[in-house]
C-alpha cells in the first residue's frame, strides 16, 4: 500500500512558478513509476508528466513541455513538479499517482492516487 500527499498549489498570476511534491508513504516508492495528472470540474482527468523509478525518461504532456519538468529523490520519497511560464488554463487539481507498471499516460495505468492539490493560475 502507498499513500501520496500532495502539497505546493495555490494562487499564483499568469507567467509565474510553482512548486508541486507529493511525499510517498512506505519503503518500495523507489520501485514504482510516478506521474502528475490534473482535472477541471466536469472534466476528465489528463495526463502532465511521468518519470520511472530510476528518474530516467520522463513524460510530457504537449501542452506543458518545455514549462514543466518533473523530477524525483528516492531518499525522500518524494516526486516534485516545476511549472514555470503558468498560464490560465493550467488551473485545474493536480494530482499525482504511483504505478507499477511504469510511465502511462492513462488513469488506468496507476495503482495508487493522492488527494490532489489546487493550482489557479490568474490572468
Known amino acids: 500500500q502507498v499513500q501520496l500527499v500532495e502539497s505546493g498549489g495555490g494562487l499564483v498570476q499568469a507567467g509565474g512558478s510553482l512548486r508541486l511534491s507529493c511525499v510517498a508513504s512506505g519503503r518500495t516508492f523507489s520501485s514504482y513509476a510516478m506521474g502528475w495528472f490534473r482535472q477541471d470540474p466536469g472534466e476528465e482527468r489528463e495526463f502532465v508528466s511521468a518519470?520511472?523509478?530510476?528518474?530516467?525518461?520522463?513524460r510530457y504532456a504537449d501542452s506543458v513541455k518545455g514549462r514543466f519538468t518533473i523530477s524525483r529523490d528516492n531518499a525522500k520519497n518524494t516526486v516534485y513538479l516545476q511549472m514555470n511560464s503558468l498560464k490560465p488554463e493550467d488551473t485545474a487539481v493536480y494530482y499525482c499517482a504511483a504505478s507499477s507498471r511504469g510511465t502511462s499516460r492513462y488513469t488506468t495505468g496507476y495503482n495508487y492516487w493522492g488527494q490532489g492539490t489546487q493550482v489557479t493560475v490568474s490572468s
Open positions: 518519470i520511472p523509478w530510476n528518474g530516467g525518461a520522463t
